[in-house]
C-alpha cells in the first residue's frame, strides 16, 4: 500500500514476520488504550508518546497506521465490538424471558461490555467526538448499527404480542442519543452519579420507550 513501509519477511527469533507486526500492532493498540483512555487524551497525545510508551520506535507505528487518528479510529471499533459482542453472545439466552426481563439483561450486557474498562467508556463516549470529519461517520455508522439492532429486537417483540406495534425508529435514536449523551456527561464528571445509577437510570428510559414501566407487565 502506497506510503507504508513494508516490515521485513522471514523469521526472526523463532517468530515469523506476521508474528512480529502482530505483536507491534498490539502493543501500539494497548498503548493508545492507556494514553487514549486513562492518560492525557487523544488531543494532548502525540505519536512519539505512543511509541515511547509501546517501546518501539516510529518507524514502527508508520508500519501499522499512517496516523494517530487512525489508532485512535481502530480503538474505537474495538470498544464497540466489544460491548457488541457481549450482547450478541447473550441474545441466545434471553429469548424465552419475559420482554422486562430479555431487555434488562441485553442492556446490562451492553453497559458491562462498554464500562467495564474505564479507558473503553471514554474512548467510546469522550475522545471520538469532533476529532474528524471522517470519525464522525465512523461514530454515527456504529450509532446507526445499534439503532438497527433496537428496531429489530422491537418489531419482533411487536410481532409477538409484546409490546404495541410502532414505528420504532424515533424512540430507538432517542434512545441511542441518551446512552450517549450521559456517559459522556458521567464519564468527563459533569454529572455525579454512581455507575448503577447511570445505568438503572438509562434501563427506565429504554423500558418507557417501549411503552411499558419495570416492575408492569408486557402490552397485551
Known amino acids: 500500500m502506497a506510503g507504508r513501509i513494508t516490515p521485513a519477511a522471514g523469521r526472526y527469533g523463532g517468530?515469523?514476520?506476521?508474528?512480529?507486526?502482530?505483536?507491534?500492532?498490539?502493543?501500539?493498540?494497548?498503548?493508545?488504550?492507556?494514553?487514549?483512555?486513562?492518560?492525557?487524551?487523544?488531543?494532548?497525545?502525540?505519536?512519539?508518546?505512543?511509541?515511547?510508551?509501546?517501546?518501539?520506535?516510529?518507524?514502527?507505528?508508520?508500519?501499522?497506521?499512517?496516523?494517530?487518528?487512525?489508532?485512535?479510529a481502530e480503538l474505537h471499533l474495538y470498544v464497540n465490538d466489544v460491548a457488541a459482542q457481549a450482547v450478541v453472545d447473550l441474545l441466545p439466552q434471553v429469548q424465552h424471558l419475559d420482554p422486562i426481563d430479555r431487555y434488562t439483561r441485553l442492556f446490562r450486557a451492553y453497559a458491562a461490555g462498554v464500562t467495564a474498562d474505564p479507558r473503553h467508556t471514554r474512548i467510546a463516549f469522550v475522545e471520538i467526538i469532533g476529532v474528524s470529519p471522517r470519525l464522525d461517520r465512523q461514530r454515527l455508522d456504529r450509532r446507526a448499527r445499534w439503532i438497527d439492532f433496537l428496531c429489530e429486537q422491537a418489531e419482533a417483540a411487536a410481532a409477538r404480542g409484546e409490546i404495541p406495534a410502532r414505528?420504532?425508529?424515533?424512540?430507538?435514536?432517542?434512545?441511542?442519543?441518551?446512552?450517549?449523551?450521559?456517559?459522556?456527561?458521567?464519564?468527563?464528571?459533569?454529572?455525579?452519579?454512581?455507575?448503577?445509577?447511570?445505568?438503572?437510570?438509562?434501563?427506565?428510559?429504554?423500558?418507557?420507550?417501549?411503552?411499558f414501566a419495570a416492575g408492569e407487565g408486557p402490552a397485551r
Open 15 to 72: 517468530r515469523s514476520a506476521a508474528e512480529r507486526q502482530a505483536e507491534r500492532r498490539r502493543r501500539f493498540l494497548e498503548a493508545g488504550l492507556d494514553l487514549f483512555g486513562a492518560g492525557p487524551g487523544y488531543r494532548a497525545t502525540k505519536i512519539t508518546d505512543v511509541c515511547r510508551a509501546a517501546g518501539l520506535s516510529t518507524r514502527q507505528f508508520y508500519e501499522e497506521f499512517r496516523t494517530l487518528e487512525d489508532l485512535l
Open 167 to 211: 414505528d420504532f425508529r424515533v424512540p430507538a435514536a432517542a434512545f441511542i442519543g441518551a446512552i450517549n449523551g450521559l456517559m459522556h456527561d458521567w464519564a468527563v464528571g459533569w454529572v455525579d452519579a454512581t455507575l448503577d445509577q447511570i445505568i438503572d437510570e438509562l434501563l427506565q428510559i429504554l423500558l418507557g420507550r417501549l411503552q
